[in-house]
């Protein structure tokens, strides 16, 4: 039995740190493309995320405009969207309140700790890692989340984890 959603979704968490994606990003191996492709399939579901009308935002959770900026700052040649990141949009679209902070556990609070280290790996400013108040929306998650998300949070988790795969294995056929 876990004692806090960090530890329920450990595993899960792991297994995103450790696809070849984020490897690449790590070794600052990451091509300005590469990137972009990242940045342009994030875009797809961070909007359905912060589209969703049950779901009001404080602080400054909504991360698209600056994913938009990075991904305008790199120039990209062309696009990927993957058929899994549009999957995962229509899913996140269908989820109430509730579930849909599981999904802003896992992506916003892994932009705000994990980021941190990612922004210093990627091409460019990476402007979507700055938070103007990271305790604030800290505290706005965990608010919002408890134990009983650990279910829709590796949701999450297996999502980013099938589209970072993907994505991993067409750059790698284009490149």
Known sequence: MYNSLKEATAAN????????LV??????????LEYSQLLANQIVYYSAIERNQHFKFENDLPRVTKIIQDLFELSPAMLLIMPESYQ????????????????????YLGDMAGGQMLKRCVPGSGTRFDFVD??????????????????EANCAFEWTIRIYNELYRRIREIS
Do not use: C
Request: proline fraction near 2%.
């Open 13 to 20: 968490h792991q297994k995103a740190e450790q696809t070849e």
């Open 23 to 32: 490897k690449l990003i790590f070794k600052k191996e990451i091509k300005d």
């Open 88 to 107: 995962y949009a229509d899913y996140l679209e269908t989820l109430d309140e509730r579930k849909l902070w599981a999904h802003v556990y896992v992506h």
């Open 134 to 151: 990271p305790a604030g929306l800290i505290s706005q998650i965990r608010m919002n989340v408890s134990i009983a998300d650990a279910t």
